[in-house]
């Protein structure tokens, strides 16, 4: 199953939502995390650094599985990015092609894609050949808007059905983020992942610790959140 994590809006918590989610699905459940963002935040935190390059370039004659590195982590593996993926768009602009490298991927219960934040042929793509979408939302009136725009142009590329929201980042001494949680809590319950996650220094702190939440704050509150929001998105998934 193709789980994608995305935002047109960067500073979103993306990336540290692909990670925990990928940590907390790895407990029961052999996962990929694919990085197809040209900042390879994922990448980063997984500690691994990129030797190869041009890999999404390449792919299309040796395969996906070539790629694939070990990680530090028990039952996760990563799909590596780096700055060539900035020209992904010309390479992977047909749908067929993304989703004959997905099914060349075997063994995983779950793959999760950090995807890109822009809207192109590559984000359409995501869309097309995912089975889930992911959105971290920061309640804020732009953001709300954004996953509004998100929403109305895949229309035609995917059913709405299979796209989440989620409270991100909230900070609760701000009243706005607070007000405007309360309204997003109120879309319809098939479009919303109802654990929010929390403004927080330990989220932070997973670019000096490079680890998902749980190994460095496991009796944390937004450890215990993240535990949270995966086990409800996993029994949306069933």
Not at 6 to 22: D, E, P, Q
């Amino acid at each position: 199953m193709v789980i994608a994590i995305y935002n047109i809006k960067g500073g979103v918590g993306k990336t540290s939502t692909t990670i925990n989610l990928a940590f907390n699905a790895s407990k029961k459940h052999k996962v990929l995390v694919w990085d197809l963002d040209p900042q390879g935040a994922s990448t980063f935190y997984l500690e691994k650094k990129v030797k190869d390059r041009n890999m999404i370039f390449k792919a299309e004659k040796k395969g996906l599985s070539k790629f694939i590195k070990k990680t530090n982590f028990d039952n996760i593996d990563l799909i590596p990015a780096d700055l060539s993926l900035k020209d992904i768009d010309k390479y992977l602009e047909n749908d067929k092609t993304f989703k004959n490298l997905i099914k060349s991927i075997n063994g995983y219960k779950y793959i999760f894609i950090d995807s890109p934040p822009t809207l192109s042929p590559i984000s359409q793509n995501i869309f097309k050949a995912s089975d889930v979408i992911v959105i971290p939302t920061i309640p804020t009136i732009l953001s709300v808007r954004t996953y509004n725009q998100i929403v109305k142009h895949f229309k035609s590329y995917t059913n709405n059905r299979k796209i989440f929201t989620f409270l991100s980042m909230v900070d609760k001494r701000k009243r706005m983020h607070l007000e405007i949680s309360e309204k997003i809590l109120k879309l319809p319950k098939k479009q919303i992942l109802r654990t929010p996650i929390y403004n927080s220094s330990i989220i932070e702190k997973m670019g000096e610790e490079l680890a998902p939440v749980e190994i460095f704050a496991p009796y944390s509150e937004s450890s215990k959140a993240y535990q949270k929001l995966w086990i409800e998105l996993e029994e949306k998934l069933s």
